[in-house]
């Protein structure tokens, strides 16, 4: 089964061509980070336009890529929550009004539950290694699900204040860096020492949630008091070194909690080298197997909505066309 996985929730408007739920044919992605740099952030009417300028470009070149004809396709799979509502309109209309011209089926798909499906791209053989742990690190969301099938997902934390993506946004915008500020934070810290400024790391009792304002205070408290004494690699890796630490010893203790030896580390945050290096440590002294996309398919990309998708086209009834667009709702209570 060939499946087109069309992802517009925030501001990449990306299609992606998968065969039999993990081999990618072509995976285009339209980044509109430039477009929202010179507001410091996404500007969510300014994205939706842009999506509708872009959508069918993008889905043109992912057939090209593939070597695909649109008649060639058997399904259709379309991120439809959590986002931006404007922007997840538009990738929603276009696969609606794809399905209804090719007479093929379509399926709405869970954002986050794409972000696991990046990990049986990387790792297809994941599929007979239930039950996983994943901890899913985003812009938008930090979570860390237990998955013990297909369809059957729990939710074993999550973060009561900023997603870890936020975090580096938030305080790359105190470093004077520039949107997005994930990978820049990033590049700057890899020059600093993570132990010149520490910074706190919380905790929130025997709960496997999150919490990453207090170090975004602090953060803020510090540059504001250190008035440029400071070099700011040194802050920057402090800054890292802490939501890093926070993630890993968190996911350290789902591991030891739930006995799952089998691990994966997806989403935007996910491709942060750091994170990376901390993650493999860990989960080396613990005896698990651990995966992490490339970074490519890490971020923003329609690959992994096809790859969610393609299960529940080939087990289930084809979603009615009238399925809804909601711009909040955590991965466990998602309708799989
Ligand atoms: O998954 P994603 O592409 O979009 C959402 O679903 O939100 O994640 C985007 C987030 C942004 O907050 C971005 O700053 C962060 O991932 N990010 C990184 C890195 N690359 C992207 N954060 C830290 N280090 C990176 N290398
Ligand atoms: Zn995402």
Redesign the pocket.
Known sequence: MIVLGIET??D?TSAGIVRGGFQVLSNVVASQANLHARYGGVVPEVASRKHLECMLPVMLEALETAGLTWRELDGLAVTNRPGLLGALLVGVSAAKALAYALNIPVTPVH?LKG?LYSTFLAAPDLTDQFPLLALI?????TQIIRMDHHCDYRLLGTTRDD????A??KG?RLLGLPY????E??ALASQGDPSAVPMPRSYLGDTLDFSFSGVKTALRTFISRDKGQTRLADIAAGYQEAIVVMLTRTLHRAIQQTGIKTVCVC???A???R?QEAMKAMTEKEGCRLVIPD?RL???NAAMIAAAGWYRLQHTAPAPLSFDTLAVSPLALATI
């Open positions: 929730s925030c990449e954002h972000h690190v985003s812009g938008g969301h997603a870890a993506g936020e580096f946004d790359a997005p500020g994930g990978p934070v990033a989403g935007g945050v491709a942060n080298s994170l970074s890490c971020t923003d």
